[in-house]
């Protein structure tokens, strides 16, 4: 069985503040493109709302990374999607973790593309 | 039980070749967020990969609507992730199904940030 693409879902409870922080999301998004070994198209694109919440969109030529927060609920729910062997999707997981450092962390794995 | 977001996947096999043209699928991304009635961020992105293959990439207000095709096996992976009660995600799936006449459609909609 041969699969296009890998595609984790995060949903992040209990993040600390950082999520609410549009240059803080963006770092965590940057160095999660860098830890998972993939090539980011153009910049992180990023946007802050009022009062509360940031999402951030990377497009990497293995896929996407996203993140989309809500701070007033300490919830943030993270996209990283990629194709290809090469990619260590995983790895930027632990950054997301280890950045937000979330109470709870759910991990969906959905494969996307199975070729059969 | 109060969900934040509605994220569906659409897994699309059998497309035609307008998945493989970057206009085509920058033109259905617009359709797409026209029809959900969500706020487009900035321009919809896209990525022509060389020899094939395309993804396109909306940031919108109420979270993402991504494209990332397989020309050379016919496949689409599409995004519609959106949160509020005012989005008709529902709506985008169809522009997707009719500008790229899959053959074979599966939709797998996932509820992010589900508040118990």
Sequence with gaps: MRVLGRHY???????????GDEAEVRDAVEEAVDAAQVTLLGDVHTHKFNPH????????????ISVHTWPEY??????????????RPEKALEVFKR?????RM?????KRGILV
């Design 106 to 110: 759910e991990v969906h794995e959905i």
């Design 9 to 19: 879902l995060l949903e992040l409870w209990g993040c600390n503040e950082k999520i």
């Design 74 to 87: 300490g919830y943030a729910a993270v996209d990283v999607y990629t194709c290809g062997e090469d990619a």
């Design 53 to 64: 919440g940031v999402s951030a969109m990377a497009i990497i030529a293995e896929s996407h």
């Design 99 to 103: 950045r937000f450092s979330p109470e």
